[in-house]
């Protein structure tokens, strides 16, 4: 069973986000970038059917070079290979364009499932799974809680969680299943795993190396394009209730809640 | 920011999470049963932490100094006394093997200490003599194929739990410290041997501190690591990489303080409003914040250094100095920015404050490195 997994690179959720002077970025510098969460579900989960059905596991990830690390930290939890999409017509993409690159990159590979996490954490737009599985015109299945494969190897069966249901789906395969919380509980990449790392096949791969167009890519080839960034309103200071016993406390409590508030 | 190689900043990322995930949920527990919990090590040994800079070869991940300081930079955030488990066994207590030992010793020993089968120590600190390693006076009497060892060693890391010993022994006492000084493994069980209770401790909860005592112990000449009169060689330069391990594990305790008392002084409301504002509290905060950056750099040019087999002996010996001081200054001032909060045992401030002492003691006192510092710099010290 050979699966891929399709991994973004993201801010690490605790990093501060500063908005660039031109308003429809973010100030890059000093970010520390991690593997995206949801990506990581994916990973831990081929690695799973790998385990048991046997077969090759190949990451691939799009962005600049630094993205080579979150591809190598797949590839020191078990992965075997890895494919970096790189080139810097690629930057300002919008999601749609990076689904053309990343099926041009997978199509001619040899794969029975695909992998990828049900959104980055960064511009929460969970487009580019569904729009790969269009693409490559395979079975798509969204927010998978749990997977399993059948004896056969020939379909593939996905929970999905739904308005407190589970609802349960049935697919041929090759088939791309994109990774919600709750799927797995990924590994730590083990110490001796973060060397072998090291010596696994990484390609790089430019849109030229893709037979892509890159005028087809970048910013100015956006079909969704950024207007504005607005960072959230800053958070109003707290209240402390005064009062000498707890009786007064609580009933200056509810009548704030009920006046001020209006939450009751 | 420090640029560190692509793998190296990986460990760096997993170590990190494990340590948030895996150990900081019991730190406190930890600290008050004095204990780290069977499941814990067992987490540890699958995480591949025994064996960091062990050779691939043994099984181990063969990282070097650059791998081993960021280790360490990450368990100075938490409870320290998890680390002792693992850190002799990618430190002192497999180095002397790795230096001096046989390919036999190596076969033996290595894969067993990678995996975490074995817990190591290195027993150099005696009743009379620790920074003063010359002054030892444990013997090792060659009888036939055997040693004969007597003496007592204390406050060994791991000495009541560990499976084998590097000891330090006197095998000529005319040479002393001029070709007198071997190193000798000595395993658990063996005859005369003796790991003596742990001792009760201010900080590190969790690691195993006590005296090992020989009597009449007799292991197999074969046991001998290098030839006989290398143990001062072996010491010292087992001690170097020591040395970058504590100096790293006191940069990550520091920044642990500073994110906390930065955190606190935000918060905490005096007067109507954050400690923050005051001018007091902000001065701390610059002071910490600047000796932090000035220890980091020490701590990774150093390790950069040794990690291209550079020399680095003295700048050990500074490196360890200055960020052990100024963990103590940042982890005195976190508790002061948290007041009485900071007294509270169950508050990691308290424990950060405890744990943080050892370090300007462990592996040679920070007055033992000046003298060495000094050294080199006057011609007729002593």
Sequence with gaps: ?264 | MIELPEEIEILKQTVRRFVEDEVEPLAYLIDEQERVPDQLVKKARDLGLFGLTIPEQYGGSGMGPLGLAVLREELGRTNMGFGSFFLLNNGIGSKGILYQGSDEQKEKYLPKLASGEMIACFALTEPDAGSDAGAIKTTAERRGDYYVINGTKQFITNGPVADVATVIVVTDKKLGAHGGISAVLVEKGARGFIQGKEEKKMGWHGSATGSLIFEDCTVPVGNLLGKPGQGFAVAMKTLAFGRLGVAATALGAAQRAFEMACDYASQRVAFGKPIAKQQFIQGMIADMATEIWAARLMVYTLAKDMEADLERNTEASMAKVFATEVAWRAADANVQIHGGMGYIREHPAERLYRDVRLLRIVEGTSEIQRIVISRKYLSNPL
């Excluded at chain 1, 078990?78 to 364009?97: F, M, P, V, W, Y």
């Excluded at chain 1, 499932?113 to 960064?122: E, P, S, V, Y």
């Excluded at chain 1, 929970?159 to 509980?185: W, Y």
Aim: charged share 30%; no cysteine.
């Design chain 1, 1 to 264: 069973m050979n699966i891929i997994v399709l991994l973004k690179q993201v801010p690490d959720t605790e990093t501060q986000i500063k908005i660039a002077p031109d308003g429809k970025s973010i100030v890059t510098d000093d970010i520390k970038w991690i593997m995206n969460p949801y990506d990581e579900f994916g990973v831990e989960e081929a690695l799973r059917i790998k385990e048991k059905f046997g077969g090759e596991v190949t990451v691939v990830g799009l962005g600049p070079k630094r993205v080579t690390e979150s591809i190598r930290t797949a590839l020191a939890m078990g992965a075997d290979k890895g494919i970096l999409i790189t080139d810097d017509a690629l930057e300002g993409s919008d999601s749609l364009a990076v689904a053309k690159a990343i099926t041009a990159a997978v199509k001619d590979l040899d794969y029975d499932l695909i992998f990828t996490g049900q959104r980055g954490i960064d511009d929460d737009m969970g487009v580019v799974g569904a729009s790969v599985a269009e693409l490559l015109g395979i079975p798509n299945i969204s927010l998978g809680i749990k997977v399993e494969i059948s004896e056969d190897q020939k379909t593939v069966t996905v929970n999905r969680p739904v308005e407190g249901q589970t609802l349960v789906i049935e697919s041929s395969l090759p088939a791309l299943i994109t990774a919600q919380k709750g799927l797995n509980e990924p590994r730590y990449a083990s110490l001796p795993g973060i060397m072998k790392a090291k010596r696994k096949p990484l390609e790089e791969k430019s849109l030229a190396d893709l037979g892509l167009d890159a005028s087809e890519f970048g910013t100015e080839a956006r079909k969704v394009k950024i207007l504005e960034l607005t960072p959230p309103p800053e958070r109003a200071a707290g209240k402390i209730i005064e009062g000498e016993t707890p009786q007064e406390k609580a009933a200056e409590l509810a009548r704030l809640l009920h006046e001020e508030a209006k939450v009751l």
